[in-house]
């Protein structure tokens, strides 16, 4: 087991792919999110994508254990310049114990991710931490799937500041795996 995992780790830093191997034994790392409507998630998801397997994914509502696990990334949609309620819960009452490990908080927002620095000001705030890297990524807003209470917020937002309400997807999944491999090289400088 321990010759799997030593060249699993070389595989991944060293990019020897001849090593690569089962999934399950490679997670040293866990991306904890929160997401209402499935953009962040599915952010986290590409994100791992491109730390080569070694991120294991998981909503913050359901992580367990999280002590098998070297680094800790926390990602959150925004909501009203908030948090999702999940991941302030889970700050809430996890904040200890992830806060040593954390390698880095994205947030997934509506705002040009230029202009949402303050955001993940916020963020690394809450986690009382300073994150190695934090990335704000563009999201989707599909009117569809939004609750009723969401569809008449967000309606009367976009017509007070007379804007079109109209759904989009800014996501960008080349973005998501470019910022899994920057973690990756993080995390392999370390080593
Ligand atoms: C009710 C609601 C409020 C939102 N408020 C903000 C906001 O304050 N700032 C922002 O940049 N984006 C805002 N957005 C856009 C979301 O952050 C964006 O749609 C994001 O992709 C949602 O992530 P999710 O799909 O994981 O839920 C809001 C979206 C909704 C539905």
């Given amino acids: 087991m321990k010759i799997i995992s030593i060249g699993l780790l070389i595989a991944a830093c060293g990019g020897l792919s001849v090593f690569a191997a089962p999934a399950e034994e490679q997670k040293s790392v866990v991306i904890v999110y929160g997401s209402r409507y499935g953009s962040t998630a599915r952010t986290a998801e590409w994100i791992a994508e491109g730390m080569a397997g070694k991120a294991a994914v998981v909503a913050a509502k359901e992580a367990g254990d999280l002590g098998g696990y070297e680094k800790v990334i926390l990602g959150s949609g925004i909501y009203g310049d908030m948090l999702h309620a999940d991941m302030i819960a889970f700050l809430e009452k996890r904040r200890e114990e992830v806060k040593d490990k954390l390698l880095a ?3 997934v927002c509506g705002m040009p991710p230029d202009q949402a620095g303050g955001y993940l000001e916020m963020f690394a705030g809450k986690c009382r931490a300073k994150p190695l890297l934090a990335r704000a990524f563009s999201g989707w807003m599909k009117k569809e799937i939004l609750s009723p209470e969401d569809f008449q917020g967000l309606e009367k937002y976009y017509k007070s500041v007379n804007h079109p309400f109209a ?25």
Avoid: N, P, Q
């Fill in 105 to 107: 908080v994205f947030v």
């Fill in 167 to 191: 759904s989009y997807d800014h996501t960008d999944k080349a973005k998501c795996l470019e910022f899994g491999r920057e973690l990756l090289a993080k995390i392999c400088e370390a080593k």
